[in-house]
């Protein structure tokens, strides 16, 4: 034992070595980097465990990970994550759209079932109001917007008056005869 060489650089922080670690701890490393919010690589190092040799990177290999090679992969990984989140974001909208659109048919069901069974208790401008309501939430809902019934409705000078005020050009005129 006394003839042993001890290489002192292998316990310095600052020492670079590359290659030393395999893809697969380098992978670990960058879940872990990512997991805890894209942290410096001082910070990453108290978060990480050894590899299967009980090394750990030093702060200035993990820096140059996360420049060289971790920067690039989460840009990519953000991506997927602001999709998935934009999938839910949809996915939540369209429950509550459908859940509204069941309970306006709901209401016009309850609506017509009270003004039919009880014709004598229920004023008629409630049951009305009431159906009404029903439809216009159920309608809401289903993505009808009112713009699409209120141009059904318009009249065909209307809807040109419209139309001239969307592209500017008031000076046309409507011709009745077309």
Sequence with gaps: M????????????????????TQDYKDAVFYTWYKRGKCAGN????????????????????SQWIKDDFQSRA?????????????K????????????????????TMAMDYLIAHPEEMKPANAIKLLFDGIKTERESRGLPTIITETLNAT??????????????????????S
């Design 43 to 62: 910070t990453l190092k108290g978060y990480i465990e050894p590899d299967f040799d009980g090394n750990v990177p030093s702060t200035s290999v993990l």
């Design 75 to 87: 840009i990519k990984l953000d991506e997927i994550v602001t999709q998935e989140m934009d999938n």
């Design 2 to 21: 006394e003839n042993e060489e001890v290489i002192l650089d292998l316990l310095d922080p600052k020492t670079v070595r590359t290659g030393r670690y």
């Design 89 to 108: 974001v949809v996915a939540e909208k369209v429950e509550m759209l459908e859940r509204h659109a069941k309970l306006g048919t709901d209401a016009q």
């Design 156 to 177: 065909d000078e209307a809807l040109f008056e419209s139309i001239t005020k969307l592209i500017g050009k008031e000076e046309m005129e409507f011709n009745d005869e």
